[in-house]
């Protein structure tokens, strides 16, 4: 089996993307779309995100053999109601959400009988909305799919297979081990970021002016993950509540401790410790997972 | 006054920059150089970081009108020595170092009698070595100088104008204040990146190689930082000691608060903190202290 008419429920920068990349990769699948957003339909419309968009959810997944939710995870179960006495036999119900386990919970109460199989493209940028999707965004990309226990296989293999096309590499993952490994690749990341942007718009000592101006030593690259979506983000935290406050806690406490070396002065401890971490960049970027270019290749055109 | 013979000491990622700037964009220059490494001088002379390789810090500097010193912030100190008694009269010492009061009060004991007039250019990479220099590393980016409350006007200037020859806007700061702007900027969010970057290699739920795949979801940005030369940033740390911790404790605070708001669940705070941060990235891309593309334009190249 293979899905021919996808239908997309929010097209901001990943239901566009899905949209523009189902297009581009698997030109004899139909697509449809809603979002809840009357400027984001225009915009959507206008730059064929998808081959219909629709006036409602239910005209959208009317017909559909594949529906991909790409609203905020906060967003799941009520994007599930409004579809729920629309969706046509043996449809599948996947989703883009970046923690799992709500979701899955959320959908399949929502969505009783029907077949359900979240997964989670890790790709994006820090740009929202319907502008800002593209047809390569999951190319080289892992898609973690969490199918629940009774999860029909060859429903898995074709939605495998469809990440497949899009560029994507896919990993099939239990959900409650997905939330914890995306609590410490991303999450924890975008709460520190988004943190430490907050720290220092707000110094009585030193202005937000400087703060801009001296960026470039290492500020920038945290205000990049920053301008991420605020409502995806508010709605990820508060879903993975406890894989997030579980590595927030261990981050801490070494934080605590190179706290404590720099106050004794101990150099050898700091010195260890950053030597360690250097080996991971070498293992990301011989994985093809991040650019090998210093700065991420920035100098090249920036300025 | 301008500088005509320019003596780098270190021959690292900064001093082998400066030497190739100085190169290209004052051709008039001489330029003599040495690194307390062999291996180092050996690269060093076969890329052309300088004109002359010497084999001693003194005979670098013996005819000398200005000294970079390119060394560790807690080498400082001991360059100074080397070179105190071969420093030919009216030369200006100055440095890169990142932190600046504790290099002040360094240069000012080793070379008394000495013009120093510490400097700060606000650029780098996350290589080092004599491999990682190029002579573009400071167009467009800052570099901070701090002289002391005697320093001679007119040798400022001539130092301001060497920076700016060699592509960056200069900016004239208090050691001081430099110390805690940069404790923001550039300090604190190195610490941070080398900190979670540790805690992710070091869980016991998730491995490493989980962590590398899945990277691409926010953790990768932090790599980049932590890769940065551990030596330098030992120093910096230690140096700088007083306006980390400071810094550290107000972002401590600031996370304990989202930490809070993720408890109990508390979406409005969240998202006003996650909105409110997006603005400090538009100004960093209009005041071209950064790409604006999306995700630094690495998708335009990268896997």
């Known amino acids: 089996m293979s899905f021919e008419r996808i239908a997309i429920i929010g097209l901001g920068l990943l239901g566009g993307s899905v949209g523009l990349a189902v297009q581009e990769f698997l030109p004899g699948a139909h697509t449809t779309g809603f979002d809840a957003d009357p400027a984001t339909r225009a915009r959507a419309a206008a730059r064929g995100l998808v081959?219909?968009?629709?006036?409602?959810?239910?005209?959208?997944?009317r017909n559909a053999d594949l529906v991909v939710l790409c609203v905020p995870v906060g967003a799941m179960e009520s994007a599930a109601q409004e579809i729920a006495t629309h969706l046509p036999a043996g449809v599948v119900v996947s989703d883009v959400g970046s923690s799992k386990q709500s979701v899955a919970d959320a959908?399949?109460?929502?969505?009783?009988?029907?077949?359900?199989?979240?997964?989670?493209?890790?790709?994006?940028?820090?740009?929202?909305?319907?502008d800002a999707g593209f047809a390569s965004l999951f190319r080289q990309r892992w898609c973690i799919i969490t199918p629940p226990d009774r999860a029909d296989p060859a429903q898995v293999a074709a939605l495998s297979a469809f990440w497949e096309a899009l560029g994507a590499k896919v990993e099939i993952m239990d959900a409650r081990h997905h939330d914890m490994v995306l609590a410490v690749t991303s999450h924890l990341p975008h709460l520190i970021a988004y943190t430490i942007v907050g720290t220092a718009s707000d110094l009585e000592g030193v202005t937000e002016g400087e703060v801009i101006k001296y960026s470039a030593g290492g500020f920038r690259d945290f205000t990049r993950i920053a301008a991420s979506d605020p409502t995806m983000w508010r709605d990820v935290f508060i879903a993975n509540k406890d894989a997030v406050l579980n590595m927030l806690q261990r981050f801490t406490e070494d934080l605590t401790a190179l706290q404590r070396a720099i106050r004794v002065g101990d150099g050898d401890q700091l010195f260890e410790h950053f030597e360690r971490t250097r080996a991971i960049r070498r293992s990301i970027i011989e994985e093809g997972q991040d650019d090998a270019r210093p700065d991420f290749g920035r100098g090249d055109h920036s300025g």
Chains 1, 2 share one sequence.
């Open 51 to 61: 081959a219909q968009v629709c006036e409602s959810a239910a005209d959208a997944v």
């Open 107 to 130: 959908l399949i109460k929502a969505l009783p009988g029907v077949a359900i199989i979240p997964a989670h493209p890790v790709a994006g940028t820090e740009r929202s909305g319907p």
